[in-house]
Each structure stands twice: as C-alpha cells, then as structure tokens.
C-alpha cells in the first residue's frame, strides 16, 4: 500500500493509502494456483471404474468375449495397452547375442524388445525413451547400445520400436511403457527371459 498526503483548502492534512488492485495481491495469485490445480486435477482424472491400478487401461480385440474382466495385475507380451492417448503394444522379449564392440560394459544378459506404439494423440509423441525395464533384481536395468529405434509417431499413426537393455541376470522382469512427457501412470508389463 502506498500512503499519499492531502491538503485540504481549510489547510488540514491527510494521510490516505491507496489499496493495491486485488490482482496485484500475493494472495490472489496463490489462490488462483491453487484453484486451477483443483479443476484441472477433477478435469483429467480418469472416472473409469475399470482402469487398473497398473497404469493404462487394456484395449481388448474385437475377436475376445468383451464380458471378461481383467484382474491381472501384470500385463503380458502381446496385450494393447491405452496410456493416456497412447496405444503400447508388446510384442516380443527375447534374450540376445548380439553385442556392441564399441561399448566398454558387456554385460551378461541383453533382451531385445520389441513394441509398437500408436499415437491417439494431438500431437506428435517422441518414442524410444518411453520404456524402462526392471531386471528379476528390481534393479533398473540400462538402455544396451545395441540398434534401439529413436524417433516420434506423428498423431493418428503408429511405430514398431526395438529397444535394448543390459540385464545382471535372467528371470522375470518388468517392462513399464508411458510417453516421454506425461503425468500417467505406467502401463506394467512382466515376462520371463
């Protein structure tokens, strides 16, 4: 607030403050952040009482009985999965022989994965760093230098991608597949190599 002095004709002085416009107050703004972190919270928050708690919601081929329920907790190789606007596909996880001689580690285990992505989204997605995989350790495993497809899939088409990963040892592992930008919850895959 700022304080102006006034003279009157009579000769008195007053002191008078002028308030700041409500928009200029620190109080406002706090309160319009947190309104709008409210709606959009309801506004993007998924009512469908049959998504999983696994991340995604499983698309289902028309050729399967659309009266069975999903309670699996894992998806597995060959399920479509809807992860926001995007659409992953698993297709296969193989273990592999085939080394990078340029790279220093060689680890003892590199799978091979190979999925397909299919935009349903506005806009174009990035691909390739939208997978990560857990090793039978729960340990992350790291992206092996090994052919793994970079790109984007413009809105409306779709990508195969491979992708491979450095593993410590063979078992059941993890697959979690969400858009590189996104605040979704991601779809889990588990299967054995």
Known sequence: MSKKTITKESGKQYIMT?????????????????????IGSSLGGNTDDHASDNGGEKVENSSKSSEKEVTE?????????????VTYTLNNVELT?????????????V????????????????????????????????????????GSVASGKQMDVTAHF???????????FAPLISFEKAAKFKTTV
């Open 18 to 38: 002028e308030k700041k416009p409500f928009y200029k107050k620190v109080v406002f703004w706090i309160f319009a952040i947190i309104l709008i972190a409210v």
């Open 73 to 85: 907790t894992f998806y597995k190789v060959g399920d479509s999965v809807k992860v926001g606007n």
């Open 166 to 176: 450095a593993l410590n040892q063979s078992g059941k592992i993890e697959i979690h």
């Open 111 to 150: 799978i091979k994965i190979t999925y397909t992505v299919k935009n349903d989204d506005k806009q174009d997605i990035p691909v390739g760093a939208d997978v990560e995989v857990y090793g039978p350790d729960d340990k992350k495993a790291e992206t092996y230098a090994n052919e793994n497809t970079m």
């Open 97 to 109: 022989d085939q080394r990078n001689q340029f790279e220093e580690k060689q680890p003892a285990q």
